[in-house]
């Protein structure tokens, strides 16, 4: 059947019922025999214009800076519809906030003396499912992008700046040395021809550390990730080969979506219907992925979701070192980049 | 309508319609899984089989049109094949899997064309193969190891 990515763990279990459903109705008419095997195939229309989508999602950030250039209060404002409520999986709502929603923000490891985080969750239309890797995909684009507008604004170089923020918290310790193994690796302070970038995310994801660095070259509209590295601590790596594919797939998972990843509903209805209107990253797009573990004895967290939120940041941050442009919306290819 | 088909070097008399796409020949009536069902319109790659040791997308050919010896993963396996084959193996590259039959059957037309691929060749040859788990670093350095392994790269 291939990658589900979040699909098949569906809270409905839709494709069983709707199986169960045929077999019901072929019964009727006399067309199943007792004993075999039943297959639902579904065609690529169906799956795409078939519903549960990764909810929509908008970002409201707002800091005060110190004298020192860093924040002393934070606001972090998010809009998203719940991909919880209403089946088995609301026990994830504690007090009317959807952890999944919150998640990447509410526990972002930056040190803000002030520091608020507010949750909409307006109910509509569309049915709305986790999509690798949960919330985290949203509120990692929003924190890193944030981080990397303040750095600036505080006229700093975007890692340092982390760096300072992150602090000697020892809760950090571990985020910190991917930070300075991923500067390593990308040569961080080297400079890098007009018109390249490199833009840096950071995110703890749900245990396992991950610090990301994009490079892009931007002419004019055109877009192209060139390369991309990642330093991981996800405590004892139990198999290395395995550890490494999870992490390169999924950076170029969560790029497919950054750049192509668009859905649009009108009336009701998805318009996209095939690979020809909803693309995803082919070879010739595909950055070389750089993938180094941090030696550690940590508990073993996990490496399938864990890489996906943090490339849309590391490469808006990027589009922005290579050319001054903020893209702010996703996917880019909406936001008027070719890539 | 009756039709005559040679697969992996063994012929079948076949009665479908026409219009009857290669790809459910080779899975419903013939019981070849190796090629998938992706998107049906050649867009991804996944049904890819060899027409004459030519790639191609076994979802979007009608069976009336299929004029030569059909070739599928389960039939490739001269040395070129098999050198891919160890490759695959050795650097852990398939994921889901399910792109991976497809994406064989290409880089298996590229090393035979171009022995010597250097990137820019091995993209293009393998644009039109999807893999949504994202193993097209693993699938290049793979067939950049399956060349040197056939003596084609030095």
Redo the contacts between chains.
Sequence with gaps: ???G?GRRASPTVDVVVETAEVVKAARTLGGVVAGRAIKN?W??EDDIQGGYYRPMAHNRLEAVLGDDGNPTSWLHRIVSQSSVKGNEFEFLIAKGIDMTSVAGASDMPYRVPGFRVELHTPERGPIVQWMRSVGNVNTCLAVECFVDELAHRAGKDPLEYRRALLGDASENARLLKTLDLVAEMSGWSRPLPKGHGRGVAIQDYWGTKISQVAEVSIDGNALKVERVFCAVDCGLVVNP??AA??I??????GL?SALYGEITLEGGRTLQS???DYP?????Q?P??SVEFVQSDAEPAGVGEAAVPHIAAAVCNAIFAASGRRARTLPLVAAGFEA | MTYSLSVNGVRHELDVTSDTPLLWVLREKLGIKGPKFGCGMGLCGCCTVHLDGTPIRSCSIAVADVDGEITTIEGARDDVAEALRDAWIDLDVPQCGYCQAGQLMSAIALLRETPRPDDKVIDAAMAGNLCRCGTYNRIKAAIHQAARAIGGEG
Excluded at chain 1, 248 to 253: A, H, V
């Design positions: 059947m291939g990658g990515f195939m065609a690529r080969l395995g594919a999870q390169q797939g999924g950076i170029l998972f497919s095939n690979f020809h995803i990253l082919r070879m010739p595909a070389q992925v």
